[in-house]
């Protein structure tokens, strides 16, 4: 099984440009996670979907950030204008619906720098 | 609110020497915890869930509801057990938090 697929792994931006983040997720998984990452810290939710509809952005800096999985499949991480504090890792994760609880399935992170 | 903390940010240790990273949380209702694994140039991965009650590469964890902890426990650690750990709480609601983890260091 393929796992998830993320793009690009490294991005350097200037502040007030803008970025996005591309995630593919596990096959048939309905529920996929944007993580934020900063430096010395753990992962911290920024939206969460499940199929096409999302379940929380309570957590996502919506002047700036913003995100779709319009199919219910990929999903887009947008950022516009970027800051210097969005520097961080983003991650992606996905989970079946029926089964979260058994945990989530990680991509490989997009490292942003901005400067 | 839900939180969840890592005392530690970095445990060292001998090879063979036993292993506890810790981790308690505060969560108001029934929690779902977990424990992920990130290696050196991998991806983050899932280790434990409090739920199974399972045994994963030597390691167990069990949830203390009284002390609302959820500490991770090897009797003897490995080299290869090198990276970093993060406890994560899923919730009912399945809004997920993780600590800001703890780098366990096995030296040879």
């Known amino acids: 099984e393929a796992g998830v697929a993320q793009s690009p792994r490294y991005k350097i931006i200037e502040k007030r440009q803008s970025v996005a983040f591309w995630c593919n997720p596990i096959?048939?998984?309905?529920?996929l996670y944007w993580y934020q990452q900063i430096l010395g810290q753990g992962p911290k939710l920024l939206i969460q979907?499940?199929?096409?509809?999302?379940?929380?952005d309570s957590q996502l800096p919506k002047d700036r950030f913003s995100a779709e999985r319009l199919k219910g499949v990929d999903s887009t991480l947008k950022i516009q204008p970027a800051k210097l504090e969005d520097s961080a890792v983003y991650l992606c994760?996905?989970?079946?619906?029926?089964?979260?609880?058994?945990?989530?399935?990680f991509g490989p992170g997009t490292r942003l720098t901005v400067t | 609110a839900q939180r969840v903390t890592q005392p530690e940010k970095l445990l060292s240790v001998f090879k063979g020497a036993p292993v506890e990273l810790k981790c308690n949380y505060s969560?108001?209702?029934?929690?779902?915890l977990f424990w992920y694994v990130q290696y050196s140039r991998q991806r983050l991965q899932l280790l434990l869930r409090?739920?199974s009650r399972e045994s994963i590469k030597g390691f167990t964890a069990d949830l203390n509801k009284g002390e609302t902890s959820f500490h991770l426990k090897k009797p003897f650690a490995q080299e290869e057990d090198s990276a970093m750990y993060y406890c994560?709480?899923?919730?009912?609601?399945?809004?997920?938090?993780f600590g800001r983890g703890t780098s366990l260091i096995v030296h040879p």
């Open positions: 096959s048939g998984h309905a529920t």
């Open positions: 969560y108001s209702g029934s929690p779902e």
């Open positions: 994560a709480l899923m919730p009912g609601s399945y809004i997920p938090t």
């Open positions: 409090h739920i």
């Open positions: 994760a996905s989970s079946p619906l029926q089964a979260q609880s058994r945990g989530q399935y």
């Open positions: 979907f499940q199929n096409n509809g999302v379940v929380d």
